[in-house]
Nanobody, 124 residues
Framework: QVQLVESGGGSVQAGGSLRLSCAAS????????MGWFRQAPGKEREGVAL????????SYAGSVEGRFTISRDNANNTMYLQMDSLKPEDTAKYSC?????????????????WGQGTQVTVSS
């Protein structure tokens, strides 16, 4: 029922920018918890940017605060992650996810639906 497809990953130099996109099935972006997660080899998956639908709030990981921005285009069923001032430690597979908005969207456990992921590699 819920389909999520990420795109926009790639390889960039430190200090560069990328914009990731997550195309979702209808009504998901506008009504669900939506978030971006990342996982690097040997590390646990971490929430990068998580948010409630509408204007109910957004939470960023401290490591990306001020550099990454999550946004939604409800009309086009697309979520974005704008990544600026990229660092080598940002290298990871990035996945978008959606979850029940009746739960706490700031909790990883709220997310039930996942995209396939897109690789971001930042070199120094």
């Amino acid at each position: 029922q819920v389909q999520l497809v990420e795109s926009g990953g790639g390889s960039v130099q430190a200090g560069g920018s990328l914009r990731l996109s997550c195309a979702a099935s209808p009504h998901i972006v506008s009504h669900y918890c939506m978030g971006w997660f990342r996982q690097a080899p040997g590390k646990e998956r971490e929430g990068v940017a998580l948010g409630f639908p509408g204007s109910r709030g957004t939470s960023y990981a401290g490591s990306v605060e001020g550099r990454f921005t999550i946004s939604r285009d409800n009309a086009n069923n697309t979520m974005y992650l704008q990544m600026d001032s990229l660092k080598p430690e940002d290298t990871a597979k990035y996945s978008c996810a959606a979850g029940d908005p009746g739960l706490n969207c700031f909790s990883v456990g709220a997310y039930d639906y996942w995209g396939q992921g897109t690789q971001v590699t930042v070199s120094s």
